[in-house]
């Protein structure tokens, strides 16, 4: 088991940043690629950004890519999602996940393929 605590979650005003954290316990964490999703009231979970094992590969969404930084710390055990010039359509809960895959290089971006799951952390935009 995995488990992820994500953290960093809070109100912003559109313009502003945020540093998204998600800390892993439970198993070697350089054997997962990580991922982070939201999901907005209403809608269906989404992907964000997916960083592979050796941190080689980063891979975003249209929603992210220019604006969001994914990166992690295998001595840390933790995955960041540094998120500047936010918008009003980022506000969503925010969610870390755990891909125990082969493959030091892999990225992936479908939630099927995640093993383990945060609890998520709120991110409120405002105008």
């Known amino acids: 088991q995995v488990q992820l605590v994500e953290s960093g979650g809070g109100l912003v005003q559109a313009g502003g940043s945020l540093r998204l954290s998600c800390a892993a316990s439970g198993r070697t964490f350089s054997n997962y690629a990580m991922g982070w999703f939201r999901q907005a009231p209403g809608k269906e979970r989404e992907f964000v950004a997916s960083?592979?094992?050796?941190?080689?590969?980063?891979y975003y969404s249209d929603s992210g890519k220019g604006r969001f930084t994914i990166s992690r710390d295998n001595a840390k055990n933790t995955v960041y999602l540094q998120m500047n010039s936010l918008k009003l359509e980022d506000t969503a809960v925010y969610y870390c996940?755990?891909?125990?895959?082969?493959?030091?290089?892999?990225?992936?971006?479908?939630?099927?393929?995640?093993?383990?799951w945060g609890q998520g952390t709120q991110v409120t935009v405002s105008s």
């Open positions: 960083i592979s094992r050796n941190a080689f590969r980063i």
């Open positions: 996940a755990a891909a125990g895959r082969p493959g030091l290089y892999a990225v992936y971006s479908d939630s099927d393929d995640y093993d383990y």
